[in-house]
C-alpha cells in the first residue's frame, strides 16, 4: 500500500469516527431533550389539575375525601381535561390556514396523561393506590397559603409510543444520518487533496534521491514551504551541492594526478630512452637526474598517502602536551642554513606570550612548520625576507609565517589549501612543488581542532596564520 493511500484512508477513517460518534451523540442528546420538553409541555398542561387541587384541598382541608374515594380523583382529571377541551380555539377556515397565527395554548394533553397523574401527600406519600416511589415521578409542588400540601407527580414514560413524536425523532435521526454521510464524503474529497499535497514534497524528494544515485548530481528540488518538509528539502539541496563539490574535486583529483605522476615519468622516459639509444651517455649526471625525478615521484606519493591518511580513520595522530614554539624556533634553526644559502634573511622570532602548551602531535606539528618553510624557500625572490611571530590570544595561540614578494593573487587565497592546486604550474614544475603540502598543513591543523588561513603580507608575500587552542600554561 502506497503512503498516500495509507495517509487517505488515516484521514479518512479518523473523520468516519468522528462523524459517526457526532451522530450518535447529536441523537442521544436529542432523544433526551426531546423527552424533557414533552415532560415539560405535559407539566404546563397539568397546571389546571394542581388549580383545581389547590380549591379541593381548601374545601376540604385534606386528602382523605379522595384517599377513600379513587372515583373522586378520576372525576377531577375528567373534568379538568373536558374544561381544557372546551377552551381550545374552533379549528380554522381553509381560507384562513396559511394566514392564522397558531394558537398561543398549548394542544390537548396526550389522552395517556391522567393514567400517568398520581396525587401525593406533603410527606410524598401517594394518596391512594398502592405505594410508590416518587423517584419516577417529575412532581410539582401543591401549595396553599404559601404551604406546600401536595404534590402533582407526572410519571416518567419508559420510551416514546406517541406515533406524531416517533415520527418527529425519526426525522430528525435521518438528518443526523444524512448530513453524516455528506460530511463524510466533503472529508473523502479533503482527506485525498491534503494527503496528496502533504507528500508531494516527499514525491520530490524520492524523485531527487534516486537522480543522486543515478550520479545526476546537479539535481535540485524546489522549496515551497518553509516547514519541516521545506527544510528537508533545502537540506537536500546543499546534501546535492556538496555532493557535485566533490564530484567535481573528485574529478579534478585524478585529473591532477595523473598530470603530476605524467609529467615525472615522461621525463625519466625520455631520459632512459635517450641513455638507450646513446644519445646520452651513463654517467654522474644522468643518474643524477634520474635520481631526481624518481625522488619527486616519492615525493608526490607519499604526500598523496599522507592525505589519504588525514581523509579516513587510520591518520595517527599522538594526543600529548607540545611547546609549538620550541617546534617553531627547532625548526626554523634546522633551514637556517638553506635560507642563508638561498639568500633569504630570516628576522629574529618575536614571541611575546609566555611558554604556553597545546595538545598535539609533536611530529605533526613540525612537518606543517617544514612544508610552510619549504614553501618559502621555493617560491621566494632573492633577497627576501622571513618574519615568524607568536602570539597568545585568549585560549588560542596565534602563529604568523610572512614572506616577502612574490604574493598569491587575491582570486588564488581561497583554493590555497586545495589539493595540487597550484597558482603557477610552470613555475611550480621548476621550483618542485606539487600543490599538497598546503592541503596536508590544513589536515594536520585541523586534526588538531586548529584554523589555517592564507592572506597577503605585509612584507609583500604570503601570510600564513594558525591558531591553536591552549592546552595549559607552564
Known sequence: ????????????????????????????????????????????QASDIIVRLEVEYQKYGSWDHIRKNQAAWEEILRSVMQSQRMKQPPPPAPDEVYFRQPP???GPPPQDMPPRLMLFDKDRQPVFGKKDSTRNYVLKAINLDN?????????????????IQLKFLYRQSRAFIVI?????????LVSLFLSRQILL????LAEGAHALASRRFDTRIDVRSSDELGQLSLDFNRM????????????????DISHELRTPLAVMRAEIEALQDGIR??????????HSEILLLSRIVDDLHSLSLIDSDA???????????????????????RFEQAGIKVLPITDNSPEIRITGDHERLAQVFSNILENTLKYTDSPGTLRVGIASEGENLHMIFEDSPPGVPDESMTYLFERLYKTDISRSRQKGGNGLGLSICRGIIEAMNGRITAGTSDLGGLRIDIMLPVSEHI
Not at 180 to 188: D, E, M, T, Y
Not at 326 to 331: D, G, P, S, T, Y
Open 201 to 204: 514534497p516527499v514525491k520530490r
Open 104 to 106: 398561543s395554548r398549548p
Open 147 to 163: 404551604k406546600t400540601v401536595g404534590w402533582l407527580g407526572l410519571l416518567r414514560p419508559e420510551r416514546i409510543s406517541d406515533p
Open 1 to 44: 500500500m502506497k503512503l498516500t493511500t495509507r495517509l487517505f484512508l488515516a484521514f479518512l477513517l479518523s473523520c468516519i469516527t468522528i462523524v459517526v460518534l457526532m451522530t450518535g451523540i447529536m441523537r442521544y442528546y436529542a432523544i433526551r431533550n426531546f423527552t424533557t420538553y414533552i415532560r415539560d409541555v405535559e407539566m404546563k
Open 281 to 290: 651517455n651513463i654517467n654522474d649526471e644522468a643518474l643524477q637526474s634520474l
Open 180 to 188: 453524516g454521510i455528506g460530511i463524510l464524503l466533503l472529508a473523502a
Open 240 to 255: 546535492a551541492n556538496t555532493l557535485e563539490r566533490y564530484e567535481f574535486l573528485r574529478k579534478q583529483w585524478i585529473t
Open 315 to 337: 591518520f595517527s595522530m599522538k594526543r600529548e602536551n607540545i611547546n609549538p614554539s620550541a617546534i617553531a624556533k627547532n625548526v626554523v634553526t634546522a633551514f637556517k642554513s
